[in-house]
């Protein structure tokens, strides 16, 4: 009897392993894998760096170059990866493999990639959590004082504090799991984002500053600034620079080539319109970081002008404090909702890039969410706190190939972005569009019936001209300009 009892538990164990593989865990539907997806895409690379690529690159020649280039580049290189997730039902480490064994190793770049770019990111989401405790304890005027940032990224025990609390907050969002963690979490944080972008955007609309010199400029000046093309003393060269920028922040903006979309991919129920999901997708996010330009670029104008848009990376953690500072204690509130903003943006997509660390592990290595959860986040930690000495007693100053000189957090970011992702993406699209097929894919996007309208374009772009536009961008990465 007892042997009886020993054999119905274990075919129930098998049985119930075998029902969990079926039954993969999966967002909800379409609006919680869009939420997600978008709360991904809607990080510090649309808040932070779209803002500051613009105001350099001409505002809105940069804008529609962005615009064109997110339609058919971005466009082409997101369905494909969600569509590899949903279509393998695979974390990114084994999600290649699926489609032909001999391309397996693809997996380990979509790995690699965020597991170099997650300590890094929790570092800068330290620094954000900085901001936003200092104007939330209304010191802003600390935010401005000489020496600040630098101060605080130079100091040896604040940021590691910092970026623990931030990596703790990530932690317990995807050690929840994907519907109670990452769903629940981003239908909460995600319109709470877009309220507080659409607020600050109409302030800076209807600010106006008199300068030292009797100069008055608007917020609507700024926003012209930011909108209508400049082609003054444009060069092809200037051109191709300029777009080439654009290509590059489609990577940060989208979460392309980061295993993230695979991931998420892979919980996406099979009943969900998957070409309609992508599209909201690029809608949400192409928003976002246009009204992060908006809110951010007008401000500054107003207040430094064009100069102050030359800011280029400091725009965010320099150039914004000094703006909320002349504004007095409103100031202080405006500085305060910005940077929660950019602290819910960060999460989103810091828990985004560690999800697709532990969807990986727990596929190749069949471990459980607990178990991956607490190895990746552990191990990503200790490299977090090697990047925050890498300001101050492990500082050093190295020239990287394209001419720009780094410490340990722009290292990784470097072999991260710059060569890495532009790889796996340049070698997706020979995988999908030459050995395997292009058409397996849009199966997929046509599951249910659903239409997909723009198969001939992607087809292009998936064969010849996304693999060409990111040779040049790789190339790049080794040229000083």
Known sequence: MRSICRFVRHFDGEKSEIMAKKERNSFSGSMGFVLAAAGSAVGLGNIWRFPYLAAR???????????????????????????IGRRSQQGPLTAYGYFHKKWAFLGWFSFIVPYIIYPYYCVIGGWVLKYFATYLSFNGKEAVSDGFFTGFIMSQWEPIILTAIFAIMCFYIVYRGVEKGIEKYSRIIMPALVIMVVFICGYSMFISHTDANGVTRTGLDGAAV????????LTLRRFLMIALDAMGQLFYSLSIAMGIMVAYGSYMKRSVNLGQAVDRIEIFDTLIAVLAGLMIIPVVYVFMGTEGMKAGPGLMFIALPNVFDSLGVFGTVIGMVFFLMVLFAAITSAVSILEAIVASVKDKFGWTRKKSVLIMAG?????????????????????LPNGAIGQILDIFDYVSNNVLMPVLAILTCVLIGWVVSPRLLVGEMRLNGYKFTRKGLYFVMLKFVVPLMLTVL???AFIQF
């Open 57 to 83: 690159d001409g505002g809105g020649l940069f804008l529609l170059i962005y615009i064109v280039l997110a339609v058919t580049f971005g466009f082409t290189l997101l369905i494909t990866e969600v569509a």
């Open 474 to 476: 790789l190339l790049t």
């Open 226 to 233: 930011y909108f209508l093309p400049n082609f003054e003393g």
């Open 379 to 399: 191990t990503g930690f200790i490299w977090s706190v090697v990047v925050c000495l890498g300001y101050n007693i492990w500082y050093f100053e190295y020239p």
